[in-house]
């Protein structure tokens, strides 16, 4: 059974309702203001025996408020991430690292983690494209505009030196990664493409690479892998994980991730550094991605 962990930020207790974990504690940052973007939560889980006489790597997440608690998300599933790093840790499969886990902003999410470098190489009438695309699938309810460069600045101007102030952490860019699945996959890409010497490894899984949901007249991918082309970080010191299943919104993503798989091995990565695995049979869903969360927390975080 899970057990409520509390959430403290410069001595006061948040108001919000407890997370439970089965390993280690959250510690909680209420409504973390930026000048980039909205004020959000962010829950920082700090391992089983967590001292500040050691120091510790850090993976930053995305879509924070689905990672810790199903109890408490949507749709009842949550990735389970303090079982799955605290397991690795406890084995000695790891190093010791914390999980900065940034909630998403819900209408915004889209806008957010959409890569706005590969939006703005499209033409106006694609980019309107996109945009009504999004707008009739109820994704967002404005004009889309990504606003993801924004979104990693708050992440590496503002978040990470308020991480590295308050927890004992290695801030080096070789302990420094970052992950999220879907969208989260895509701005995990793209934070590792525009911040090389901020995060040495990246795992994205359930890539959304499709971007408007259809594989059939969507100009995303390929702006997507012209953008990867010319942006890949230094394959001799980054690590970036790929993965993908076949089932409900993941059936899209297949052929799109050979694409991808095609631009990697053409700039010199390999399996020292680069993985893109298919799990036959599994869907899109916080259930399918913590069953798998072990293999890149592995990859990314070992010794």
Known sequence: MKIAAFFIFIGMVSSAQEIKVNSGKIERLPNFKSQYVDARNVDIWLPDGYSPKEKYAVLYMHDGQALYDADQTWNKQAWDVDDAAGKLIAENKTQKFIVVGIWNNGIKRHAEYFPQKAFEQLSAEKQEFVSNEYLSKGKIDVAFH?????????????????????????????????????????????????????????????????????????????????????????????????????????????????????????????????????????????????????????????K
Not at 183 to 194: D, P, Q, R, V, W
Not at 207 to 236: E, M, R
Not at 243 to 251: C, E, I, K, N, P
Not at 269 to 297: Q, V, Y
């Open 146 to 302: 990504p606003v993801s460069d924004n979104y990693l600045k708050f992440i590496v101007t503002e978040l990470k030196p308020f991480i590295d102030k308050t927890f004992s952490t290695k801030t080096d860019v070789a302990n420094t990664f970052i992950a999220g699945s879907s969208m989260g996959g895509l701005i995990s890409m793209y934070a590792i493409c525009e911040y090389p010497e901020v995060f040495s490894g990246a795992a994205c899984l359930s890539t959304h690479w499709s971007g408007i949901y259809q594989i059939d007249n969507n100009p995303v991918p390929a702006s997507f892998c012209d953008y990867l082309k010319n942006h890949l970080p230094n394959p001799k010191n980054h690590k970036i994980y790929f993965d993908f299943g076949d089932q409900t919104l993941d059936a899209l993503y297949p052929s799109l991730q050979k694409m991808v798989d095609y631009i990697m091995y053409e700039k010199g990565f390999t399996a020292t550094n680069w993985i893109t695995k298919f799990f036959p049979g599994k869907d899109h869903s916080e259930n399918a991605w913590k069953e798998r969360l072990n293999i890149p927390l592995e990859f990314l975080l070992k």
